[in-house]
């Protein structure tokens, strides 16, 4: 049986993370305390049981004050610029944050998937709703709406604009997927 895995991007992001925003030395205490069935380091080619990320985010919450949406929202809104840095081609030709949310499944993910095939990113369906306005559509077993919501601000950021982003349904709630209502401001050139 496949078992569940995630690519080492993920585990090598939330250590710069953590490392950014509570330094180095608890970062070290982080990949102690968490009981993991690999010895790291995480190299960002390869796959890692998913278990091991979700040990690594609970020792996280062991050691700082925040509550697991919140830390997940927050990593969302630093792992954004990182992704982009790993893939320069995913911001080409695209001025406008609405325009880039839309390529995400159908251009991002899916040249993921062409490198990876191993990869298992979530599927974003993004409907567009008003000239700002989005609704997207995620859905993914790991259940990381709050990741993606961080991730929407995040990629926001990146285009000098915002993402007001109201999570109207949620598989935390019962909800088959997760439903964003996003609106974005105009970007401001920098
Ligand atoms: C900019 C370039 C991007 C790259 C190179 C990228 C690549 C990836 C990769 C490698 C994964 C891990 C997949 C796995 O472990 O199997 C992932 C997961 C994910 N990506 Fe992207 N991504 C990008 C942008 C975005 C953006 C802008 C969003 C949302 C607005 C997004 C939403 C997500 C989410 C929520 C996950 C977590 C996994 C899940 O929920 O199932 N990604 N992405």
């Known amino acids: 049986m496949k078992t569940p895995a995630m690519k080492g991007s993920m585990f090598k992001h939330f250590g710069s993370f953590v490392q950014a925003e ?13 009981e993991l069935e690999t010895a790291g380091p995480f190299l960002g080619p390869a796959n890692y049981p998913e278990g091991d990320l979700l040990a690594i985010f609970g020792a996280t919450l062991r050691k700082v004050d ?45 040249e993921v998937q062409k490198l990876h095939p ?19 559509h995620y859905h993914s077993p790991r ?14 950021e990146l ?6 982003c109201e999570e109207t349904a949620c598989t935390h709630k019962g909800a088959s997927h997760c439903t964003f209502h996003v609106t974005v401001s105009e970007g401001v050139a920098s």
């Open 118 to 136: 191993d990869a298992q990113p979530p599927k974003l369906v993004c409907e567009d709703v008003g000239r700002s306005e989005l609704e997207i």
């Open 159 to 164: 285009f000098g604009s915002t993402a007001a």
């Open 22 to 34: 509570w330094g180095d030395e608890l970062w070290e205490e982080v990949l102690e305390t968490a």
């Open 66 to 110: 925040k509550p697991l949406p919140e830390l997940l929202r927050s990593f969302g809104r630093h792992l954004v610029p990182q992704f982009t840095q790993d893939m320069p081609a995913a911001l080409e030709g695209r001025s406008e944050i609405k325009e880039f949310l839309m390529s995400v499944d159908g251009f991002v993910h899916a």
């Open 143 to 156: 259940q990381f709406c709050h990741l993606l919501h961080g991730m929407l601000e995040g990629a926001a």
